[in-house]
């Protein structure tokens, strides 16, 4: 019978799922136990709250850092253990109080079956921690509850873009909304984001949720796909770039695709962000990626004979 486990991160670590909220992958020392099938709760310290969960990581099954480093499209922390989740099953990181629902929980353990309230909750959860099943049920009810209220917001405005077709003023109205819930999804209620082009940090006032593969060209199962087709970019540039087919991503790294008559500022931005290794760069996107570094290159070539960036510099 399949596991559940609450995992505990550091507060940095937190804050990364959250900032580029894709949960495909988990590594740790303790995972010798963990097995197909079996759900890891990742939890820790939040903004404002002392525990949270990001969510469950459904573990496909676990693997050697050899065999990680072969199937992530990133380089993986070094580890004994790497669970890993099956495509498509990836979870939307957020941060959920556990506040509720803490003094409640309780653990396959004969020497500590719940969590002592008056001592920091860090300490005790420095191992990873066997869920009772009555527990896991009450952190699956807990989770589901939130997401639940997020997806039902966003179907309501997908599905009513679907419905309206090209009536202008109306869809701008409801892509304001859409850009909102995807903000909401992206930034939670945080001050700065980081850009998945230039790397750099900003107000979130000066970052878009970027579509990847434009809704316009998306099938019904990928509009709803926001978890990897939406990602945070800059409006100081970054965002112009990729929609217009200048930069894509390819294997985790940003290049940069020069027009025939470019002007220097153009190249100093290209030089500025080509080869930079990107932590947007998932499994769960990589088709979506894909699919950009094909289409747009189009747009570029159209009009402006693009090349490889290798001599942008020259």
Request: proline share 5%; with cysteine; aromatic share 8%.
């Amino acid at each position: 019978m399949p596991k559940e486990w609450l995992v505990y991160w550091r507060k940095d670590q937190i804050q990364a799922a959250v900032s580029d909220p894709l949960l495909d992958h988990a590594a740790s020392d303790q995972f010798g136990a963990v097995r197909s099938g079996d759900s890891l709760w990742i939890c820790g310290q939040g903004r404002r709250e002392p525990l949270v969960t990001v969510g469950p990581l459904r573990v496909l099954d676990v693997v050697s850092q050899e065999e990680a480093e072969r199937r992530l499209p990133y380089p993986p922390f070094r580890r004994k253990y790497h669970a890993m989740v099956a495509p498509g099953t990836e979870t939307a990181a957020r941060e959920v109080s556990l506040a509720s629902v803490s003094g409640e929980l309780r653990f396959v353990s004969n020497r500590s079956p719940k969590l002592n309230q008056s001592k920091p909750l860090g300490q005790q959860l420095q191992r990873i921690r066997q869920l009772t099943p009555a527990s896991a049920k009450l952190l699956r009810q807990l989770w589901m509850g939130r997401v639940a209220g997020a997806a039902r917001v966003f179907d309501d405005l997908q599905s009513k873009l679907d419905r309206l077709g090209k009536l202008d003023a109306e869809v701008t109205s409801l892509r304001r909304l859409e850009q909102g819930f995807l903000r909401d999804y992206l930034f939670r209620s945080a001050n700065i984001g980081t850009c998945a082009i230039c790397g750099f940090d900003f107000p979130i006032g000066l970052l878009v949720a970027a579509h990847i593969k434009p809704r316009a060209r998306c099938t019904d199962a990928e509009r709803r796909d926001f978890i990897n087709n939406v990602v945070p970019m800059c409006r100081l540039g970054c965002d112009a770039l990729f929609e217009g087919g200048f930069v894509v991503v390819e294997a985790g790294k940003i290049r940069a695709r020069l027009a025939a008559y470019a002007s220097d500022r153009l190249k100093e931005l290209l030089n500025a962000v080509n080869g930079r290794a990107t932590p947007a760069w998932k499994a769960g996107r990589v088709r979506y990626f894909r699919w950009h570094a094909r289409q747009r290159m189009r747009k570029v070539a159209a009009g402006l004979t693009a090349t490889e960036a290798n001599g942008v510099q020259s």
